[in-house]
């Protein structure tokens, strides 16, 4: 398995907590992804970086930030969490553009109470 | 952007039967189509992947075919086992994207 790890792996936050995912990786890969995964619809981009400091936003971003200080990690946070924001949380690595193999992290299931 | 529709969103097959996974896309640019199985409480992991250059391509018991023509691909996976239950995602991107672009997932029951 390519060298990729997600903390906390669960979690359990208030509704309007903020809340940080860590995503750390050891393969020095470039690009960095993160996925949330629901019922019916499978996994949906929320933010990726394609360098330290660069990021951009995906297909379900409103509600969550991210940022990247150095290769081995990226962060998401979810500024004021929400109900709705329950759910499980991937982060994925690639060594190159996005024609190429993406390995996740083992997942953060989040629950919003 | 990218659409990508996957069908059926659930499968049961009787072990040693074949399954057959479809997905459309919309971006005519898309050129990469993966395939990610996911075991249940697992993360999900490639298992096979195609590019726009090439109609077929096989693995053992799994195949993936294209056609960039219709916009669609397909897995199919022969003589089915019981560890091949899982939840297939397929996806798929071109090389400005950056990012894949997954279906909803199929579940996959394979019956002993």
């Known amino acids: 398995d390519a060298g990729i790890t997600q903390s906390p792996r669960h979690k359990v936050t208030e509704t309007g907590t903020p809340v940080t995912l860590r995503c750390h990786q050891t393969?020095?890969?470039?690009?960095m992804y993160w996925y949330r995964q629901d019922p019916g619809h499978g996994l949906r981009l929320i933010h990726y970086s394609y360098g330290v400091k660069d990021t951009d936003k995906g297909e379900v971003s409103d509600g969550y930030s991210v940022s990247r200080s150095k290769t081995e990690d990226f962060l998401l946070t979810l500024e004021s969490a929400t109900s709705s924001q329950t759910s499980v949380y991937f982060c994925?690595?690639?060594?190159?553009?996005?024609?190429?193999?993406?390995?996740f992290g083992q997942g953060t299931r989040l629950t919003v109470v | 952007g990218e659409n990508v529709e996957q069908h059926p969103s659930t499968l049961s097959v009787q072990e040693g039967d074949s399954a057959v996974i479809k997905c459309t896309y919309s971006d005519s640019a898309s050129n990469y189509f993966p395939w990610y199985k996911q075991e249940l409480g697992k993360r999900p992991q490639l298992i096979i992947d195609i590019r726009s250059n090439v109609g077929e391509k096989k693995d053992q018991r799994i195949a993936v075919t294209l056609n960039k023509t219709a916009k669609h691909f397909s897995l199919h996976i022969t003589e089915t086992q019981p560890e091949d239950s899982a939840v297939y995602f397929c996806a798929a991107s071109d090389t400005g994207r950056r990012a894949l672009t997954f279906g909803s997932g199929t579940r996959l029951q394979v019956q002993p």
């Open positions: 994925a690595i690639s060594e190159g553009l996005s024609n190429t193999e993406a390995f």
């Open positions: 393969e020095n890969h470039r690009y």
